[in-house]
């Protein structure tokens, strides 16, 4: 097998997950635009989200948000995405919506609100034994916007109950993966702040537990791959929260703020022989596409992901070891910056068409008429949105 071919093979096997609540509405404190032909329910969003599948080929799992995705038949819902070729991913809770949680979710000082947030996330590990989902993903808004507000200590010992309370409820199969963000909402102190806080919180939980990557999550100027190598060596990198931005928790589509930045992240998971599935990395999408139109924004970020996955299998790995190896500085990166300075496009068009799909995923889309019809279908009802 040459190298082409081989490469086709690792990006063919590529997964990646896509969130529920790209396709609903979304914005910003300002407003959130209301787009036509926006899904009403789940099952639309399993349609749509079908449409990025079915284009790109490698986008099979979608995440759901509870309760925003919230159903009285998981099952049936899980039948409904098989049916779409696509199947029912990790399970997002959200203790971030409720009046209750002015002061905090798991770590509020009311025990009340504490046990109704912790029991919230047990109903979730409830939900992913109905759909089959592997993974629950924990994000706390949690935090305090004045010092003094509240312990930041004792917040951290609420927070330690609550988590050991939901790892002890997974099966063996189960994963709890945890997401730390710099700020928003809260503005003095973020309870899960960092990626040090939440990879201490998950080697105190233990091997069931590692941290997610939200790319949008991080001070202005962070070596973000740093930590995808120091997580991954340590085998505490449970998934990706992929968007770019170019402020702050911007959301936008991966790789269009920064692609250098997602390349140099590719190159870490590629150099760790981590895309494979056994490595357990899941990495999903969290995006809003707040202005831009909905499934196209999902398929250009897909194959965001997938030209900065083929560029980083461009690295000549021995060439870098030896150069590396040398103090060949500039030596180095030169082999770095080749691979990234690859056209992987026409090799990308080829893996498509091996894949029996069109060799451009968008076009294809936009031939297809599926916008004009969901637009022409889904009349009346409630638009999906955040229900902020
Ligand atoms: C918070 O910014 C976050 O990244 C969390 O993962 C939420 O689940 C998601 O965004 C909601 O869009
Ligand atoms: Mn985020």
Redesign the pocket.
Known sequence: MNHRSAVRAVLAAQRIEL?S?AFGN?GTRFKVFAQRGVPRDPYEKMSDAAQVHRYTGIAPLVSL?IPWDAVDDYAALATHAAELGVSIGTI?A?V?QDNDYMLGSVTNPDPAIRRKATDHLLECVGIMDLTGSRDL?L?F?DGTNYPGQDSLRARQDRLVEALSTVYARLRAEQRMLL?Y?LF?PAFYATDVPDWGTAYAHTLRLGPKARV?I?T??HAPGTNIEFIVAFLLREEKLGAF?F?SRFYA?D?LMVGAADPFQLFRIMHEIVAADALRAEAGINFML?Q?HNIEPKIPGQIRSVMNVQEATAKALMVDPSALASAQASGDVLGANAVLMDAYNTDVRPLLCELREEMGLDPDPMAAYGRSGYAEKVVAERVGGRQAG?GA
């Open positions: 969130p609540w979304s948000h997002n959200n971030f993903k994000w808004s997401v963000k928003e997610v939200d949008g999550h929260d968007n928790d959301d969290d809003c955040w």
